[in-house]
T-cell receptor, first 114, second 113 residues
Framework: DTGVSQNPRHKITKRGQNVTFRCDPISEHNRLYWYRQTLGQGPEFLTYFQNEAQLEKSRLLSDRFSAERPKGSFSTLEIQRTEQGDSAMYLC????????????FGPGTRLTVT | SQQGEEDPQALSIQEGENATMNCSYKTSINNLQWYRQNSGRGLVHLILIRSNEREKHSGRLRVTLDTSKKSSSLLITASRAADTASYFCATDEMDFGNEKLTFGTGTRLTIIP
């Protein structure tokens, strides 16, 4: 399967713990995006990378959140000192560098903070 | 914040009927896209319409765009049970290009066999 993959698919953690999610984009895609989706809502943009450079961050991305894409391939999203409000589906997407392309989404990581 | 609002929030129709859902957005855009999301899963791209286009077709899908009203509609003809899903419109703002998408709140479509 050459689609976008995310791991883990589900994560349950206690409040205050740190969690890290991984996203593997489609191999030839230069752009990688992170979104957060809460129940009954559409995805909300968090951040995006072009190759290894993080080019934009949403104000939703507090200082407890950090994302990396060290070699321009896979990406990690870390949440420190998790709060119950962080419970959501975290979606990763990728797209080719170019003009106008749709984004290809992974299955998401569902985070539950207890 | 959510850019768009879909209308209706939920829609139930009989299999074989047509389903129409609408999307309104706030800022000037480059493109508008529609995505489908099955329960608890990732999003799948359906169709993209550029800001200089007014209508586009893809199989059983028909999308219209009215930039003067900042609105779009998605028509699914001859609905099937497999069309049961949530449908989202997504826009990219004219000043920012394709770097990020701003999604609406979604329409939950249920096809009754």
């Amino acid at each position: 399967d050459t689609g976008v993959s995310q791991n883990p698919r589900h994560k349950i953690t206690k409040r205050g713990q740190n969690v890290t999610f991984r996203c593997d984009p489609i191999s030839e895609h230069n752009r990688l995006y992170w979104y957060r989706q809460t129940l009954g809502q559409g995805p909300e943009f968090l951040t995006y990378f072009q190759n290894e450079a993080q080019l934009e961050k949403s104000r939703l991305l507090s200082d407890r959140f950090s994302a990396e894409r060290p070699k321009g391939s896979f990406s990690t999203l870390e949440i420190q000192r998790t709060e119950q409000g962080d419970s959501a589906m975290y979606l990763c997407a990728s797209s080719p560098l170019g003009q106008i392309y749709e984004q290809y989404f992974g299955p998401g990581t569902r985070l539950t903070v207890t | 914040s959510q850019q768009g609002e879909e209308d209706p929030q939920a829609l139930s129709i009989q299999e074989g009927e047509n389903a129409t859902m609408n999307c309104s957005y706030k800022t000037s855009i480059n493109n508008l896209q529609w995505y489908r999301q099955n329960s608890g899963r990732g999003l799948v791209h359906l169709i993209l319409i550029r800001s200089n286009e007014r209508e586009k077709h893809s199989g059983r899908l028909r999308v219209t765009l009215d930039t003067s009203k900042k609105s779009s509609s998605l028509l699914i003809t001859a609905s099937r049970a497999a069309d049961t899903a949530s449908y989202f419109c997504a826009t990219d703002e004219m000043d920012f290009g394709n770097e990020k998408l701003t999604f609406g709140t979604g329409t939950r479509l249920t096809i009754i066999p």
